[in-house]
């Protein structure tokens, strides 16, 4: 692993304290009963996310230390997981048609989704691309969370708690990117991820529906 790069396993496990931040109020708090407020698809949903954010921070932390069998062991069962990553948006979407809403967000994650990890595993041999286009699917993570941090915890309604959170994103890429042009390291995926999200959140500012 890049020397630069050694640490962003560590740096992955801010989800924790985020994701419980931003789902405090909508999700955990109303364990256990849950009030009737929440299904058995979303405690799904969550389930698999959990797996998936988990397995985003142990892969790195394995190739820091070095322990390349069970990295490649973990990469074979993120298949599995990232196939049922997809599945679980499923049943949130069909909700939102049954609300007569467009579920925006969740088809653009799928599709970004489906990119980043095709690309990833396209390149995995190639261990500084794959790794790029891995923590591009984090950061696809983090603009719901933030999102719900902005608009549940800060009370910002309006357009703030669904764009902040994805114009900090592409500014995170954007950053990568000086930063990895910089000292002469490959950036192309993160140009990549810049276009898909600039066309995620282009979407969001003129696509007139309620998320």
């Known amino acids: 692993m890049e020397k630069g790069y050694r640490n962003i396993g560590y740096i992955f496990l801010l989800f924790?304290?985020?994701?419980?931040?931003?789902?405090?109020?909508?999700?955990?708090v109303?364990?256990?009963?849950?009030?009737?407020?929440?299904?058995?698809?979303?405690?799904?949903?969550?389930?698999?996310?959990?797996?998936?954010?988990?397995?985003?921070?142990?892969?790195?932390l394995l190739i820091r230390y070095r322990n390349f069998k069970l990295h490649r062991f973990f990469g074979k069962i993120s298949y599995v997981v990232f196939f049922a990553l997809i599945l679980s948006f499923?049943?949130?979407?069909?909700?939102?048609?049954?609300k007569n809403l467009i579920p925006l967000n969740a088809g653009f994650d799928i599709v970004l989704l489906v990119l980043f990890y095709t690309l990833a595993i396209k390149h995995k041999k190639k261990?500084?691309?794959?790794?790029?286009?891995?923590?591009?699917?984090?950061?696809?993570?983090?603009?719901?969370?933030?999102?719900r941090i902005i608009f549940i915890l800060l009370g910002w309604e309006g357009l703030g708690s669904f764009h902040i959170p994805y114009v900090a994103v592409i500014g995170i890429l954007l950053?990568?990117?000086?930063?990895?042009?910089?000292?002469?390291?490959?950036?192309?995926?993160?140009?990549?991820?810049?276009i898909a999200f600039a066309i995620y959140l282009i979407a969001l500012?003129?696509?007139?529906?309620?998320i």
């Open 16 to 28: 924790i304290p985020l994701t419980f931040l931003g789902f405090y109020k909508t999700y955990f």
């Open 30 to 60: 109303l364990s256990p009963e849950y009030e009737g407020t929440v299904d058995l698809y979303t405690h799904l949903h969550a389930l698999v996310a959990s797996i998936w954010i988990t397995l985003l921070i142990t892969q790195p």
């Open 90 to 98: 499923i049943p949130q979407m069909i909700k939102e048609y049954g």
């Open 127 to 147: 261990v500084a691309v794959h790794m790029r286009y891995m923590i591009a699917i984090a950061l696809i993570f983090l603009g719901p969370t933030l999102g």
């Open 175 to 194: 950053g990568l990117i000086f930063w990895d042009k910089k000292n002469n390291r490959t950036y192309k995926p993160y140009v990549v991820a810049v």
């Open 205 to 210: 500012y003129t696509i007139n529906v309620k």
